[in-house]
């Protein structure tokens, strides 16, 4: 491991300097609103064709309607949170990534995990996950915890 000094602070990793949690709360807030619009808008083909199965079904295909969200939004995060940038379109734009603190890549079912757990913690708490960020260290939140993963920026 190499260790730099910067600003008078030996820094060993990029997830020890403070610089790269400014920020990461409202980058990660903008990101879900924005990766949130891209599964809508990747659920409309989708839509269409499970529209036109149940037709050719008399209507036993229009079933799948009732798992389209989920279907497509896991394919989503699987491909772009498990993917070699560790990070979704809405991430990439607002300039942050997903973490592991062992070091190690982030795969698609950690990503899948991350984000059931961040779904199943909003049932549950509502918008009392995003307080735990407010009293953690790196800002992490409830499902980062559980985890062992954290946001940060990328661009640090």
């Known amino acids: 491991m190499t260790a730099r000094v910067l600003d008078g602070e ?3 990793s990029r997830l020890e300097d403070s610089r790269a949690y400014d920020g990461v709360r409202t980058r ?3 990101a879900f609103c924005i990766d949130y619009l891209i599964v809508g ?3 409309i083909p989708f839509a ?7 037709i050719l079904t008399l209507g036993l295909g229009w079933a799948l309607f009732g798992i389209l969200f989920p279907l497509v939004a896991i394919a989503y995060v699987w491909s772009t949170l498990g993917g070699p940038n560790q990070a979704t379109t809405g991430m990439r734009i607002m300039g942050i990534r997903l973490d592991r603190l062992d070091g190690r890549p982030v795969d698609g079912l950690l990503a899948i995990v991350h984000s059931v757990l961040f779904w199943a913690g909003n049932v549950v708490l ?3 996950v995003l307080l735990v960020s407010l009293f953690s260290d790196r800002k992490r939140t409830l499902h980062d915890l559980l985890l062992g993963t954290v946001v940060s920026r990328s661009d640090s």
């Open 41 to 43: 808008l990747l659920m």
């Open 126 to 128: 509502t918008p009392l």
């Open 10 to 12: 030996i820094i060993t």
């Open 28 to 30: 990660r807030i903008l």
């Open 48 to 54: 269409i064709v499970i529209f036109f199965l149940g």
